[in-house]
């Protein structure tokens, strides 16, 4: 499931050289610098195989609190600053020209509605997290890097309001239920489906989202060794937590450097 | 098992550049796209690692319901769509012209013969696949992209029938065996060796054979967790398959982009 | 534990372009395409980290049954034909020009010499092997391609007749051991260490190697579904065996095309 | 969690294109080599994914063994001989020229003052080290490239002296803790955290830093199997050791040759 970097890179070349030059609503008020976070954390996400065709990033509008910012409905790996679109806080497009949407975007509007705190909102389908997602066992911090994880991780089963489904958040009342069992947590479980992290800007919330993946594996792997495995205290996750803040703009450097070689070949 | 984008880019090209030309029988009345369809298809599950040397992607002829479209044999990695040859259903070449043939086209002949509503077979020796193919423990569905398996997925193992073999449906009395077992489902695993996925078309099969594999995975992760593990109910299975037709065509598209970008190199 | 193409041709190359020429003894009785499988082989297995820095791979004279040609001691990755050496079954170098040996050319020289119808040896420390070796559990054919296991799988442990030592095959009389314990067999485990495959020709030694690698590693996976296995039978086994002596050279020149690739870079 | 050849080389050539020239202070007194092979350990790990964005590799000064040299803070897989800068054993930066310091640089102060015969100190987050690091299940050696955890791996929990805390070593008091705890052996592990290496020089400590992590990984696997293992002696763990010490500079100049060709790119 994951992405060579030399693949990402030349997609990106490629589509940016052969898809046909939408005609692209400009957004004038949105600092250019968050087009790219998002642009960027997607296909750092699509490298390390959290997402793969399916998945998205999104932002809070920065000076319009009822609107939010998302890609038009593309792969993870190939989105750029010029796909994102603007939306309200019902899922509606403004000045959609013509662009599809992602079926799922009521997972971001009603996060928005929800949370007030909350700045950016990513979905994946992350393999390492999908069998917690299914099973009993609940996920919890192994390591600092996944300090987040210590408040609990809530599992958001779609069945349990709405029975038999397709599994996906396809309006607005799922949406709001999705947000209801997230309540004040960074990240959420969707049974059979994948997540959910968010965060105050793109940067932690997509670090949440590849972290989440992690830890997933790595308790797995813990689970596996058959003994009693010490997990983080709600206090070291608070303080661990606080570490993670400092350190990424370091980090962020380091993955965008990653996904801009794969532009630049 | 994972072949990097870059060396199957390479691979193509100078499969390209130094095999002899072979004298190709064109195939006039398939459309090219077809033909493209079942080299991409092949191509991506090499990629994936879903197969390696082994496995074959086929195409039912659009317009003769008693002839199928599959490459001469040929590593998948490897397969342009030049190499695709026409069959009959009792797996005779129209047209050999001395290309060697996949030992086990039975599969898809005799799948095409039970099957009227089968347009594409896909034959893998899928290494997530392998594990259950020889336990007791049933492959059902964790998650929504692979709801295709809630209707349930038969075993075949060729001892039954035919006592100790070399494991290979080698004829059509061995593929009939296994066609029986298929029945009306999408997959069949074939102990000791792998499976067979069907669909209405080669993009469906191929996207079957990728998604029963990360499936195996997964559901191997989340058995190890040890507790009880949520699958999809078989009317969640029904509802999240039509969403998987529904975005077939976008997964695809990405898929197309890997595999041809390592032909641009 | 893989290596990637790219780095894989890109020291290939490096390594042709910096490494200064040794003075070589060239070896004018042996047909260079054999010499090219030795490389060829080595270069496959490091490629699918089978073999790491460590392992090696050699064939027996095509008409000194008394001599074996093996590289000079080299990482695998690195093998060319122009770093083949000849031995005799003491280990002893025929005009070693001073290039350095591998300190176990004794498994390679004490088995040629036990096993007048082995005409390869390979030796790994293939990860997916070391836990059987050290384990109660003993290897067992999942699949066909691993057919050849079905006869049994010795592991050899060196604390047995020699107690603590380095666990290195440093002499012929550990080589010896080594080689009883392998007796009649296609493969053995070396405890705490890897294993070594043997075959009638490099091709299929090499072959050995890798499904013996993949077949650990899926009946790993296969144990922790936590249910019966149905392993293939000695019949089974036997059967299935001849036909990857049928397919070989398909998939040898599939796992060339990969490593002259990187050579081609 | 693997960075594949491509981007480090990438990211190599693109980090010393455009990263503004640092005014350098240069360090006379210490061998360029040994400032290199700190710089290729960086990268040989990161390569591995025994590192990622985190982590870090130092030595003693080679002529006062009262400093230490160490990167400034910076992703380990972009570490060159330039970045490297030398402190005391409090962890002070002598001419820090406004450069960013490694917060835990503290575990490797520390550990110099504690240990006279360590030469080098390698600080990972190593995903295959993390699960043991907070299980029961004492990490053992399996086979003999990880002999040297033959001695025994003492784990460090920094909640026993210092109760809920951020996890890192951010000051003296918390590296003496560790220091202690690692005691004279050449690996501890830090509970929910990762692990740190010492060895003698460069290359042993790096060398131990990934095959710790590949034993973790092996043990892992062998414990699935479930059966009694055979793991190293003691006896065994000295003897084989000393091969690991025979055979260094050959792994390091195919891991050298690695990372090289990346800058090369």
């Keep these: 499931m994951r992405f060579s970097f030399a693949i990402i890179g030349l997609s990106l070349w490629l589509s940016a050289a052969v898809t046909p030059a939408l005609a692209q609503a400009p957004l004038p008020d949105v600092p250019p610098a968050l087009l790219e976070d998002i642009a960027v954390g997607s296909r750092v996400l699509a490298d390390f195989g959290v997402v793969d065709g399916f998945g998205h990033v999104s932002a809070?509008?920065?000076?319009?609190?009822?609107?939010?910012?998302?890609?038009?409905?593309?792969?993870?790996?190939?989105?750029?600053?010029?796909?994102?679109?603007?939306?309200?806080?019902?899922?509606?497009?403004?000045?959609?020209?013509?662009r599809s949407l992602f079926l799922e975007r009521f997972i971001h509007a009603e996060i928005y509605k929800a949370r007030p705190d909350v700045m950016s909102v990513v979905h994946t389908h992350s393999p390492g997290v999908i069998p917690f997602s299914v099973s009993k066992a609940p996920l919890r911090p192994l390591f600092h890097n996944a300090a987040f994880l210590a408040v609990g991780v809530p599992v958001w089963d779609i069945a349990k309001e709405f029975g038999s489904t397709d599994m996906l958040v396809r309006d607005g009342g799922i949406g709001k239920s999705l947000a209801r069992t997230l309540a004040d947590k960074p990240v959420v479980l969707m049974r059979g489906h994948g997540d959910v992290t968010v965060g105050p800007d793109v940067k932690i919330a997509v670090f949440r989202a590849y972290y989440t993946d992690v830890n997933a594996r790595l308790q797995s792997q813990a689970i596996g060794l058959g003994t009693e495995i010490t997990y983080l205290s709600t206090e070291e996750g608070a303080k661990a937590d606080a570490i993670n803040f400092a350190v990424i703009d370091r980090i962020w450097n380091l993955w965008k450097q990653r996904v801009q070689l794969g532009l630049a070949k």
């Design 60 to 98: 809070r509008h920065p000076t319009n609190p009822n609107h939010f910012l998302m890609s038009r409905s593309l792969a993870p790996a190939l989105v750029t600053a010029d796909d994102i679109m603007e939306f309200d806080l019902d899922g509606n497009a403004i000045d959609a020209r013509g």
